[in-house]
C-alpha cells in the first residue's frame, strides 16, 4: 500500500533559526496537503500542492511539490515559538478522498 | 459557522463495553471521513462516508470497528467490546467534495480503555 515519509522525526531549533520538513511517497500523489497540529490538538489545514514543481508561500512557510509529485517539502524561516507542533504531509492519489498522512515531524522552538 | 463537533471529547470505557463517537460535519459538508491517531504517532485513515453510504472502509479493522452516517443526525464511529490497543485519539474530518479538497478536522476524541 501507499506509504507517505516525513524526515526528520523531529527537530528542535532556537527561535529565528530555519526549519524543513520533508516528505517522500511511494506512489506518485495527485496532490499534497500539509496540516499542523498542535499538543493536544487537532490537525489544521495549512496548504494545498496540485501542480508539478509547485511552490507556494504563507509568510515564513515555503511549500514545494517535486516534480516527479512524489516528494514535497515545508520550510519555515525565522522560526518563532508559535511554530511548535507537529507537521503533517498528506497525500491523495486521484480521485480516492482517502488521505495517508505522512509520519508527522514534530518540531520544537526554544528561546 | 460551526466546525466540524466531536463528542463526547474524553471517553473511559472499560474493556469489553462499547464506545461511540459521535461527529458534526461543517454545515454543507457531506463527506465525513474518521482517522485514529495512537500516542506519538501519525493519523491513519480508517473510514469514508457520504450520507447513508460507507464509500471507503479499507482502514476499519475487520471485526468490532463500524461507522455510519444516516440521513439525520450525526455519524457514528461504534467500537465493540474494546480492548487497551483501542485507546487512541479520533478524529473526524468533513469536506464539501471528495476531490481534491481540504479536509476540516473536528476536536477529536479520545479514547481510553481501562
Known amino acids: 500500500g501507499q506509504q507517505v515519509m516525513q524526515i526528520p522525526q523531529y527537530q528542535h531549533v532556537q527561535e529565528g533559526e530555519d526549519f524543513t520538513t520533508y516528505c517522500n511517497s511511494s506512489?506518485?500523489?495527485?496532490?499534497i496537503q500539509w496540516y499542523k497540529q498542535r499538543p493536544g490538538g487537532h490537525p489544521v489545514f495549512l496548504i494545498q500542492?496540485?501542480?508539478?514543481?509547485e511552490v507556494k508561500k504563507q509568510k515564513r512557510l515555503t511549500f514545494q511539490f517535486g516534480e516527479a509529485k512524489k516528494n514535497s517539502s515545508l520550510h519555515i524561516t525565522a522560526t518563532q515559538t508559535t511554530d511548535v507542533g507537529t507537521y503533517f504531509c498528506?497525500?491523495?492519489?486521484?480521485?480516492?478522498?482517502?488521505?495517508?498522512f505522512g509520519t508527522g515531524t514534530r518540531l520544537q522552538v526554544t528561546l | 459557522n460551526a466546525g466540524v463537533m466531536q463528542n463526547p471529547r474524553h471517553l473511559v470505557r472499560r474493556r469489553g463495553q462499547e464506545a461511540r463517537l459521535r461527529c458534526s460535519p461543517m454545515?454543507?459538508?457531506?463527506?465525513v471521513y474518521w482517522y485514529r491517531q495512537l500516542p506519538e504517532e501519525g493519523l491513519k485513515f480508517m473510514v469514508y462516508?457520504?450520507?447513508?453510504?460507507?464509500?471507503?472502509e479499507s482502514g476499519m479493522p475487520k471485526e468490532r470497528f463500524s461507522a455510519e452516517f444516516p440521513k439525520e443526525g450525526p455519524s457514528i464511529l461504534r467500537i465493540q467490546q474494546v480492548v487497551r490497543g483501542d485507546s487512541a485519539a479520533y478524529f473526524c474530518?468533513?469536506?464539501?467534495?471528495?476531490?481534491?479538497?481540504?479536509?476540516?478536522f473536528g476536536p477529536g476524541t479520545r479514547l481510553t480503555v481501562t
Open positions: 454545515k454543507g459538508h457531506s463527506h
Open positions: 498528506a497525500g491523495n492519489t486521484g480521485t480516492a478522498s482517502k488521505l495517508t
Open positions: 506512489t506518485t500523489l495527485s496532490n
Open positions: 474530518a468533513s469536506s464539501p467534495s471528495p476531490i481534491v479538497y481540504e479536509q476540516y
Open positions: 500542492l496540485v501542480k508539478s514543481g
Open positions: 462516508l457520504q450520507k447513508e453510504n460507507i464509500i471507503d
